[in-house]
């Protein structure tokens, strides 16, 4: 599929506040991204992921750590699919998976804003990486506070950092309320979340992310809107379910992955043979990214099979950081976004104004296509060939 990049959206109308480091404009000429702005590979993207670690979060952050554009500077992790401390144990063991354990890793906010915590061990397992076993991670966590590691970073580095959220917005709703002027400290904000124009995955019409704490997404929607309003820097570019569910791993991709790591044909047995259902739950491939990678999809993969019909897995966070690396990836729509907060049934709800009822000016840049084949083949051939360096 083509995906076009959108039209110019008009809402880069000024240049004041914060000197801009980033928006990918130095040097060279490249392909247009959905702002009709040239992007450029020379300039590694620094890149802040905030997660909820989680199957596919573990993949997004292979996917980080095997993209070479991207300059992944720090983790920040938030209580989601799991609770916190779990987030931040998976998080720290995936990256030193991944040989990538200088990077740091802070954690964040345990509770929602106002509401308990909910976790979703049925989709992400007890621990929250599947049927996956990690040794457990030789270093400790950073000694600063998630929220703090957002906001001194990107003061740091005023117009250089690209904040990829991949879980609840508990902690960047907290940044954003201590440091009002965190939209335009940084170069940019890619959300996964959100069903715009699509059912939801956890109430009818609520995504996960949203629904865990939609205070939190109503602070951060309210606060990045009226800041691009009155400064003129890029809205946040919102990945929800319309364009996540687009991006289906299926065994064979998983295979694919193995081979381009570099896999012997006793390892493809080993990985086909974990396939089934209630069958073995360790891989027995040799090569430990792919042996992690088959296990936790795996859970994914049957858990997708149970409640969506078909046997793979939406890989909704991987997808958000490859669009943040490569914004080709997505079609998106300027739209007035809010988040329902009191309803009875659909709190939690990203209630979108298709057709500008409101006549307010637009907080999001909503992801409305995607090239989901040109992400997996990306996400494929990356982390394929960062597993390929990893052997065990
Ligand atoms: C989102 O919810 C979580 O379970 C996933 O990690 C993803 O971020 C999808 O709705
Ligand atoms: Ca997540």
């Not at 240049?15 to 060279?28: K, L, N, V």
């Not at 995504?207 to 939609?214: A, G, L, Q, R, T």
């Not at 939190?216 to 809205?235: C, D, I, L, N, Q």
């Amino acid at each position: 599929m083509t995906v076009r990049a959108a039209a110019p959206a008009g809402h880069r109308r000024g240049t004041g506040g914060a000197p801009r480091a980033g928006r990918h404009g130095r040097g060279g000429t490249g392909p247009r991204g959905p702002w009709g702005a040239t992007i450029h590979a020379v300039t590694p993207i620094q890149l802040i992921l905030d997660v909820d670690t989680g199957i596919d979060d573990a993949m997004a952050l292979l996917y980080a750590c095997a993209s070479p554009e991207a300059d992944l500077v720090a983790v920040t992790c938030v209580g989601g699919n799991i609770d916190a401390a779990q987030v931040a144990t998976n998080t720290l063991a995936v990256l030193e998976l991944a040989g990538r354990a200088e990077v740091e890793v802070a954690l964040g906010r345990e509770q929602p804003l106002v509401r308990p915590l909910q976790v979703t061990p049925e989709t992400h397992g007890p621990r929250g990486l599947g049927y996956a076993e990690l040794r457990s991670p030789a270093r400790p966590l950073s000694d600063r506070h998630a929220v703090d590691l957002l906001i001194a970073e990107a003061r740091r580095r005023p117009g250089a950092i690209t904040l990829v959220t991949l879980g609840p917005l508990t902690n960047l709703a907290v940044a954003v309320l201590r440091e009002p002027e965190l939209p335009r400290l940084l170069d940019r904000w890619v959300l996964m979340g959100g069903a715009y124009r699509s059912p939801g995955n956890t109430a009818p019409t609520t995504e996960w992310n949203i629904h865990v704490d939609p205070d939190a997404a109503k602070v951060a929607f309210t606060a990045w809107g009226a800041s691009a309003e009155r400064h003129g820097h890029p809205r946040p570019t919102a990945l929800g379910l319309d364009v996540t569910e687009r991006a289906k791993i299926t065994p064979e991709h998983v295979v694919a992955l193995a081979r381009r790591a570099g896999s012997t044909p006793d390892d493809l047995l080993a990985l086909a043979r974990g396939e089934d259902p209630g069958q073995a739950t360790q891989s027995m491939a040799s090569n430990p990214m792919v042996r992690f990678i088959a296990d936790a999809l795996r859970f994914y993969m049957e858990f997708h099979s149970r409640f969506d019909g078909f046997y793979g897995a939406f890989i909704h966070d991987p997808l958000a950081v490859a669009a943040a690396l490569d914004p080709r990836l997505v079609r998106t729509e300027a739209l007035t976004v809010d988040v329902e907060l009191g309803g009875t049934l659909t709190t939690g709800e990203t209630v979108t104004d298709w057709r500008r009822a409101w006549g307010r000016p637009p907080n999001l840049d909503v992801a409305v296509e995607a090239d989901a084949a040109a992400f997996l083949d990306r996400f494929v051939e990356r982390v394929g060939g960062l597993a390929a360096t990893r052997r065990g």
